[in-house]
């Protein structure tokens, strides 16, 4: 199980070909440490925990693993209409979910002011969007869904169906075209339309790991951000290789309106991690973008390479 969500970033065909692997899942799997106590010694050297067993045990099955791996999970399964974009359509993205019986759900609760959370992110981690799709009377939501480059996309679906509990699944988008990837390097700093938004704190992997975004607009701290979805941000967090998706909402009572936000991020594994932050200030909703590795927050953590030249923004799109 460990392997076969640590090989999904290289895609099904890949999995089948090293499918031999499978064998060193209880050796090679931290995945499960997503269930540790914060106190829990994450330990990727590759020599397990606990002895190995870890695997086969009775905690040891799907819900261990971090959201957003798998499009069919506890019985529910996300179906979009199509999964084919074209770039700058003006078409609305629809898609269903289809719960135990096979049957469209049409009951969720309300989590974070709504009922669906719909994230894409094209796979390289570029082009973020958190939109909140409406729901038919069938259950089909439907959400305008405008992408602008070609490549793979990732589409999560965060819900939690009335009587059950929360889910994130997803399912891959394509959107024909030449594909330029972007490499995103470590970068603690993100602008966005006149704000500045640092990223202060260790991210550690499988503990818990508080995180201070801090917003500035023209060098001056921002001190009334509004509410947004019942908070004054969310930080949403993709693992580096294959999107582990992770919702993080800030910590304790949320009383603060910045400058500071406070977060307690529970990263399932080391490893690098891409973080969105989105808030609210003037009315207006905008995303901070940031590329974090697990690790202590040193001054290498900041510093862009001018090795990675290619890593700019200056695609023109
Ligand atoms: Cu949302």
Known sequence: ?????????????????IGGAYGV????????????????????????????????????????????????????TFTPTV??????????????ITGPGGEAVTA?????DRRMHLIVVRRDGSAFQHLHPTMAPDGTWSVPLRVHAAGSYRAFADFTPTGATAVTLGVDLTAPGLFEPIAHLPDRHASVDGYEVTLAGD????????LTLTVRRDGQPVTDLEPYLGAHGHLVALREGDLAYLHVHPDGGDTS?????????????EGRY?????FRHDGVVRTAEFTVPTGPAGPDAATTSPAAGHADDSHGH
Do not use: C, K, W
């Open 274 to 278: 891409r973080l969105f932050l989105d």
């Open 203 to 210: 991210l550690v992997g499988a503990q818990a790991s508080p």
């Open 1 to 17: 199980m460990n392997t076969i969500a640590r090989l999904s970033a290289f895609g099904t065909a890949l999995a089948l070909v």
């Open 108 to 112: 969720f609760d309300v989590e974070h």
């Open 25 to 76: 899942g209880a050796a090679v799997g931290p995945l499960d440490a997503v269930t540790a106590s914060p106190e829990h010694s994450s330990d990727t050297g590759g020599t397990g925990h606990g002895g190995g067993d870890g695997h086969g045990g009775a905690a040891d099955d799907a819900s261990d693993l971090p959201g957003g791996l798998a499009s069919s999970l506890s019985g529910y």
């Open 83 to 96: 999964s084919t974009l074209t770039l700058d359509d003006t078409d609305d993205f629809t898609f269903r």
């Open 257 to 269: 309106a910045g400058p500071d936000i406070p977060f307690v991020a529970d990263v399932p594994t």
